[in-house]
């Protein structure tokens, strides 16, 4: 009976095998994703890239802020999908340093690190890689602009409570737009007597302690650099009256577009993702996913018409092992946590524009650096 069985088991693995097709469903998506950008008009290589980070942002926060969302985000306009790795050098859990790093460097490095290897060596980020091919560069962030995930694109410290230390390597850099909380560390320093307020001025930035648009538009003749403090530390949750991400990535796509005739590079991230898993407070996780999902719907706008442009969207790590629990209904969730820390989920990667199909499949964090560096061309 048994010799049976495995005869009609052969027969059937033979089967299936004889009508597997030559190529995988996925290369041919892959085929017609790039034969649909090239009929629409998109460049074969990005002039720019807007690289999107929602801190904290694994399926599960994804998934309550759609389902709260009237079952519908921005991300399902994107075409490729792909999941990092996102363990870091040090931890199997990444904290958002290393996770940051791993991005904007392509290395693998020690939880806290900035932007500095597992020797805390320097090393280039993809925002100055940016700045000597001459292409014009920006960071938004809705927590201070000196943490974690924005420090790793522009300082290289030891450590990522060194705000000090990270907010004085923001004069080394020539970047030409940032919007965040952190004044205090500009203006009122501890470690010395610098007041990086006044060398922003001196060095041609436009320096306010709030978000304007009239500002931004009545300046951009003048060529200058743009630095906006929302708040003198971490600034207000979206569910408290914070409304600059999604106008602030606006104006920062126009302004850098007209900066460079070589592109640019623009790093956003919605970061009180994380905080709110980090409080395990589920209508905090979700306010702030639907604020960042709308910047995401205004990136994608912006590179629809442009046709330029690559949009990247990903996470440094999920936080709270955040679930939806089987009482819940569509726009009623009943959620739980496992942690009020990071977990070691596979992180989800969205892409849209010249150069998004080799974000697809399954890789490391630190490969997104180096899918970004050669879309560059570098």
């Known amino acids: 009976m048994k010799k049976i069985s495995y005869l009609f088991l052969l027969i059937f693995l033979t089967a299936c095998l004889s009508d597997a097709p030559e190529s995988t469903d996925f290369e041919n998506d892959e085929k017609a994703v790039f034969a649909n950008f090239k009929k629409e008009g998109f460049a074969a290589a990005p002039k720019n890239i807007i690289l999107l980070i929602g801190d904290g942002m694994g399926v599960t926060q994804i998934s309550a802020g759609m389902y709260m969302n009237g079952n519908k985000l921005h991300l399902e306009k994107f075409p490729i999908v792909g999941l990092h790795k996102s363990y870091s050098g040090s931890h199997l859990v990444t904290d958002s340093a290393a996770g940051a790093t791993a991005f904007s460097c392509g290395v693998k490095t020690y939880n806290g690190a900035i932007a500095v290897d597992m020797d805390t060596m320097p090393v280039k980020t993809i925002l100055e890689i940016a700045e000597d091919k001459g292409m014009a560069t920006g960071m938004i962030a809705t927590s201070t602009i000196v943490h974690a995930t924005p420090a790793s694109f522009i300082a290289h410290q030891k450590s990522r409570q060194m705000y000090e230390e ?28 610098r007041d990086l307020y006044k060398e922003l001025q001196d060095k041609n930035y436009v320096v306010s302690d709030y978000f304007q648009h009239d500002l931004i538009k009545s300046e951009l003749s003048r060529k200058k650099n743009f630095a906006y403090f929302t708040a003198d530390n971490d600034p207000l949750q979206v569910s408290q009256g914070r409304d600059y991400l999604y106008a602030a990535s606006k104006m920062g796509m126009a302004f850098l577009r007209n900066r460079s005739e070589q592109g640019f590079f623009l790093m956003i991230e919605g970061s009180q993702i994380d905080w709110g898993g980090h409080a395990n407070e589920s209508d905090y996780i979700i306010s702030e996913m639907i604020d960042f999902d709308r910047t995401i719907g205004a990136a994608l706008d912006f590179a629809a018409k442009d046709k330029e442009t690559l949009v990247i969207v990903t996470a440094d790590h999920e936080t709270g092992g955040y679930s939806i629990l089987k009482e819940s209904e569509m726009g009623d ?22 150069g998004a199909r080799t974000f697809g499949g399954i890789y490391e964090n630190t490969d997104i650096f180096k899918k970004m560096k050669k879309a560059m061309g570098k």
Do not use: N
């Open 333 to 354: 969730l009943k959620t739980a946590f496992t942690t009020d820390y990071h977990t070691a989920d596979l992180i989800p990667v969205f892409a849209y524009g010249p």
């Open 166 to 193: 990270i907010a004085a390597d923001f004069l080394d850099t020539e970047i030409d737009f940032f919007v965040g909380g952190g004044k205090k560390y500009f203006d009122r320093r501890e470690t010395d007597d």
